[in-house]
């Protein structure tokens, strides 16, 4: 290539002034005639006189042979860089630990991470190979992909010193791909990232729309999609001492069932998702989208392996917050307190609350509340000391009116907790065994272990790479009234911010949120372009006796209006569910309607608002401008689709005492 740029040099200068030449000649001749040349031959470019054609054969000459140059060199590169790759795949192909077919390992993440940047690949049969490029070779194990075999039933790669040493001498800058297992499909139609509730639901949405639909579940957890409230409800309540290896549990109607959606055999192989004829749902176990490639389509892994798709939902859910004064405390204190969320959480607790003696809980929300209930039921029958602490007044001191707040920490007291109510936690430190903490009024509270239970905070780290937006006042990605955060991007779950055309922006933290909000992104993603206008509900038990269920906004620094009745033996949430048939009651009331609430025909005594004694049953209304845009339904089950309808409606009501016989929460 340098001698052909050095002809040119040359050449240059001699085709510049034979043009400049041949352009004065012709000016000469039109001057001299007085007339337009009737043709000024433009191909003789000759610094002779014209009709001269000797120049211009030594220019065509020159000109053709620096062509041929180029192109026999060019030829020689390419005949020689095929020549060093046939030479580097036969030196791979005789290497003695080579990988079988049929049995196809993933390589350790030291290798992949050593990999140099990979060529486009053409997309083969499961059991074909995609060819990478050669790496320095690092020494590990190989490590399990979801589906695949164990690993102790595949050899591991192992290379020798001298290959090692001798690999980088031969790589070339051009290089092509060399062969890798395939452990899942490279490309997958739809993309769910996240293996929760809300990717579930759009996974079973997308396939009764498109039957034959190939749906890829990406999830960092070990385990298959699961709905996370038995976690802290039904699951403590059970009497089978096998339920932390079971996850089977009795719901309050008395039926068995498990955690888990569906069964393993439901789901298709990662690696047979590409091949199967009908499609199916696959999920990929172990595995956190790091990065997304919005313009390429494409997602990266950890162990940086990267997957195609046409469309993807992201519900990543969300990661438990934690206290700063835990976090700075001490890997002591730190390996002794629990962020509840996963079922290896709940199979945690569950083990230190049979090996310790104490456990306190520091949160008065739903979460922290309903673990203190079961935790303190199970004190009943062993010596486990049950502590729940909280800034508030009262339990649930956030949602519910002061008095019902009240109301409830009574009950929680009953269960056997002790209550340490407006304690604001200064210091955590350990010592002596103890995990010691220091409240800002002076009290001092010891314990052998911490649950931290104050929140959520969405998982939006993939906004960066991705270029999404994220809500500055509610967090969460920031989507359209059809979930939609991009052209072929959904956001569905904890991690969606939505606009709700009644309430305003929103994000909601409940099932029944995850299980509407992932069913109408999978719909949305097969082109049935519906907006969100659901309105979720959500509901919390503390234990088999008491329940509420909510939709709204319920915010306690609203005005409320509570209007209540004496509960009987059926206002029970055990009670309701054994007159539904679900125990996860959002799954059949997300499919209820209420075109035009009709109250009870029977007569009804006059109702009493806030009562200050008898909380049995009753529903409590929440005021924004006179307007109902909250409900609570205490004890009162079975009866959300006609509080939704209310709240659609969007009316100022003159007497809610009316509105409360909608409800019929009189009846016997």
């Keep these: 290539m340098w001698t052909c740029k050095n002809l040119w040099k040359k050449l240059a200068p001699l085709a510049r002034s034979s043009s400049t030449l041949c352009r004065q000649n012709a000016r000469g001749v039109l001057l001299n005639n007085e007339r337009r040349l009737p043709l000024v031959p433009q191909a003789h470019m000759s610094s002779g ?20 140059g180029g192109g026999f060199y060019a030829y020689r590169t390419i005949k020689g860089d095929k020549e060093r790759y046939q030479e580097r795949i036969n030196e791979i192909a005789s290497r003695p630990n080579k990988v079988v077919p049929e049995q196809p390992i993933t390589e350790a993440p030291g290798e992949q991470a050593a990999e140099t940047p990979q060529e486009p690949s053409v997309e083969l049969s499961p059991v074909e190979v995609t060819e990478e490029p050669p790496a320095p070779v690092v020494k590990s194990e190989p490590t399990p992909v979801a589906g695949s075999l164990p690993a102790e039933t595949a050899e591991p790669q192992t290379t020798t010193e001298t290959e090692s040493a001798a690999e980088p001498a031969t790589v070339a800058p051009a290089e092509v791909p060399a062969p890798t297992p395939v452990e899942f499909p490279s490309h997958a139609p739809y993309l769910l990232i996240g293996g929760g509730t809300a990717s579930f639901a759009a996974a079973r949405s997308i396939r ?35 339920v932390v290896d079971t996850l089977r549990f009795k719901q309050w109607n008395g039926k068995e069932r498990s955690i888990y959606f569906q069964p393993p055999s439901f789901y298709v192989s990662p690696q047979d998702l590409e091949k199967v004829e009908n499609g199916g749902v696959a999920v990929l176990t172990g595995k956190k989208v790091v990065h997304m490639d919005v313009r390429g389509n494409k997602v990266t892994l950890s162990d940086d392996t990267e997957i195609s798709y046409d469309k993807c939902l992201i519900a990543t859910g969300g990661i438990p917050r934690n206290l700063q004064v835990i976090e700075r405390a001490g890997e002591e204190v730190t390996k002794r307190t629990t962020l509840f969320r996963k079922v290896e959480d709940f199979k945690a607790l569950d083990k230190v609350s049979r090996d310790t003696k104490s456990i306190t809980i520091i949160g008065g929300g739903f979460l922290g509340s309903e673990l203190a209930c079961a935790l303190g039921r199970r004190s009943a029958d062993s010596d486990l000391e049950v502590i729940q602490m909280f800034p508030e007044k009262g339990n649930m001191g956030k949602v519910l009116p002061e008095y019902l707040s009240n109301w409830t920490t009574a009950k929680v007291k009953s269960e056997g907790v002790a209550v340490i ?11 002596d065994g103890k995990v010691e903490i220091k409240l800002k009024d002076g009290r001092v509270v010891k314990t052998d272990h911490i649950v931290a239970a104050v929140g959520l905070e969405p998982s939006v780290e993939l906004a960066k790479s991705a270029g999404l937006e994220v809500d500055s006042d509610f967090g969460g990605f920031r989507v359209n009234a059809e979930l939609q955060a991009r052209s072929n991007i959904w956001v569905a779950g904890d991690a969606a911010c939505f606009y709700d055309i009644r309430l305003g922006r929103r994000r909601v933290e409940h099932h029944d949120h995850a299980v509407v909000s992932g069913r109408l992104a999978g719909e949305n993603m097969t082109g049935a372009n519906k907006p969100y206008w659901h309105q979720s509900m959500f509901w919390s038990d503390l234990g088999p006796d008491v329940g509420y269920e909510a939709i709204g906004i319920v915010d ?4 409320t209006v509570g209007v209540f009745a004496k509960a009987t033996a059926k206002d029970t949430p055990k009670a309701a569910t054994e007159k539904s048939g679900t125990g996860i009651r959002s799954e059949s009331e997300t499919e209820g309607t209420a075109s035009s609430p009709v109250a009870s025909s029977t007569p009804e005594p006059p109702p009493v608002l806030e009562q200050k004694d008898n909380y049995g049953k009753g529903v409590i209304f929440y005021l924004r401008d006179k307007v109902v845009v909250g409900i609570i339904l205490w004890n009162v089950f079975n009866r959300m689709p006609v509080a939704r309808k209310i709240i659609k409606d969007g009316e100022e009501h003159a007497d809610l005492n009316e509105v409360a016989k909608l409800f019929n929460i009189h009846d016997d």
């Design 49 to 68: 006189t014209p009709g001269s054609r000797g120049d211009n054969n030594l220019y065509y000459l020159l000109v053709g042979a620096t062509c041929v």
């Design 421 to 431: 109510t407006e304690a604001l936690v200064k210091a955590v430190s350990f010592k």
């Design 208 to 242: 009764a729309r498109d039957p034959g639909a190939r749906v890829l579940i990406i999830t960092d957890e070990p385990d298959l999609p699961y709905m996370r409230p038995p976690l802290s409800k039904e699951l403590w309540f059970s009497d089978d001492p096998s």
């Design 556 to 559: 306690s620094s609203l005005p």
